[in-house]
Structure formats: structure tokens, C-alpha cells
Nanobody
Framework: EVQLVESGGGLVQAGGSLRLSCAASGFPFDDYVIGWFRQAPGKEREGLLCISLDDGTKGYAESVRGRFTISSDNAKNTVDLQMDSLKPEDTAVYYC?????????????????WGQGTQVTVSS
């Protein structure tokens, strides 16, 4: 059974940091791409960062470049999202997702598997 489980969400003040983790199981981790997405109320799901787990190639959305970073631990089958300099507009439910192809890795429709999401709230 494929599982993606996000953790690490919570409430943080503007300017603070959070680290989210995505624990994956049930598929060949090293052959997949993991992406981090978020969705705020009333808004479309937004692709943030992605990483190809075979070679470590990363993709970033311009909206988070310089503030958010993605990293993987292939031995533990986890992908982390480090979020710094958080802003109130970063408030959303954050999801990790997995797909076998690196193409269009910031586009949600390409992803096969999704986690349940974790809430991040940034207060002003």
C-alpha cells in the first residue's frame, strides 16, 4: 500500500521557520519524484518544490525560491521541506505527492500519489 504522510505543520509567527517532513512507503522511492504543494482556502493548489530522487535534481517555484528548500534522505524514504522567513500568505494546507516522471514536476496533475496534508498557519 502506497503511503505518503506529512508531518511538522503548525502555527508560527511571521518571520519564523517550520520544517515539514514527508514519509513515503509502498513504491520504489529512488525511482520517483516528490513534490511539495500547498492550497490555501479559495485558491488553487500551488506547486512549490520538487526533487527527483534518483539524481537529486530540484525544481523551485519563484514564489518560494530563497525561502524554502527541499531535501531528501533516501535511506529513510523521507523528503523534507524547510520553510524560512514565513509570511502570513504562506498559510495553507501543505501536501507532498509522488510521481514516477520528472516532467512538469511542479504541476499537480502529473502526480499519482498524495498525502493527507498538514496545516501551516503563519500569524502576523
Amino acid at each position: 500500500e502506497v503511503q505518503l504522510v506529512e508531518s511538522g505543520g503548525g502555527l508560527v509567527q511571521a518571520g519564523g521557520s517550520l520544517r515539514l517532513s514527508c514519509a513515503a512507503s509502498g513504491f520504489p522511492f529512488d525511482d520517483y519524484v516528490i513534490g511539495w504543494f500547498r492550497q490555501a482556502p479559495g485558491k488553487e493548489r500551488e506547486g512549490l518544490l520538487c526533487i527527483s530522487l534518483d539524481d537529486g535534481t530540484k525544481g523551485y517555484a519563484e514564489s518560494v525560491r530563497g525561502r524554502f528548500t527541499i531535501s531528501s534522505d533516501n535511506a529513510k524514504n523521507t523528503v523534507d521541506l524547510q520553510m524560512d522567513s514565513l509570511k502570513p500568505e504562506d498559510t495553507a494546507v501543505y501536501y507532498c505527492a509522488a510521481q514516477p516522471s520528472p516532467a512538469t514536476c511542479l504541476i499537480s496533475t502529473g502526480y499519482t500519489y498524495w498525502g493527507q496534508g498538514t496545516q501551516v498557519t503563519v500569524s502576523s
